[in-house]
C-alpha cells in the first residue's frame, strides 16, 4: 500500500527528529568528555598554560539531562519510524483513534521535554562563551 502524504511527512519528521537527538546527545557527551567529564554548560572558562580549562564546571545532571532527553527524543523517534513503517507498508494496518491519542500524548510530554532541554542548552552555552570572550578581553597581548 502506498503511503499518504501525511503519513510520508510524519515519518520525515520522524527521521529528522531522530537525527537532531542523536547529534544533540553526541555532540554534549563529546564535549563533556573533552573537559575530563565535567559539564562545561554554565560553566566559567580559565586558562591553563595555553589552554582552556573550566575553572568552575556545573553540575554534571544538567548535561545529564539534555544529553538524556535528546538521546531519549532520538530513540523514540526512531523506534516510532521504524514502527510505523513496518506496520504501514507491510503489514498494511492503520491506526486508530486511541492510539493516536496516546502517541499524542507521549509526543507532547517529548516536545516539553526537548524544549526544556534546548533552553539549558542554549543559556548553558551562552554564558560558557562569554566567560571565554571575557578571558580575550582581560588577556593583554604581547607584541610580537
Not at 573533552?34 to 560553566?43: E, I, Q, V
Not at 539531562?65 to 504501514?88: I, K
Request: charged content about 10%; glycine content about 8%; hydrophobic content about 50%.
Amino acid at each position: 500500500m502506498a503511503l499518504r502524504c501525511l503519513q510520508r511527512v510524519e515519518l520525515a519528521l520522524f527521521a529528522a527528529a531522530f537525527l537532531c537527538g542523536a547529534v544533540a546527545a553526541a555532540a554534549l557527551t563529546r564535549t563533556q568528555g573533552s573537559f575530563s567529564g565535567r559539564c562545561p554548560l554554565y560553566g566559567v572558562a580559565a586558562l591553563n598554560g595555553s589552554s582552556l580549562a573550566l575553572a568552575r564546571p556545573s553540575a554534571p545532571s544538567l548535561c545529564y539531562f539534555v544529553a538524556g532527553a535528546s538521546g531519549l527524543l532520538a530513540l523514540y523517534c526512531l523506534l516510532l519510524l521504524l514502527f510505523w513503517v513496518y506496520s504501514s507498508c507491510i503489514e498494511d494496518s492503520s491506526r486508530g483513534p486511541l492510539g493516536l491519542r496516546v502517541a499524542l500524548a507521549v509526543s507532547a510530554v517529548a516536545v516539553f521535554l526537548i524544549l526544556v532541554s534546548a533552553c539549558v542548552l542554549r543559556f548553558g552555552t551562552n554564558s560558557l562563551c562569554n566567560s571565554i570572550s571575557s578571558l580575550n578581553k582581560t588577556i593583554r597581548r604581547l607584541p610580537g
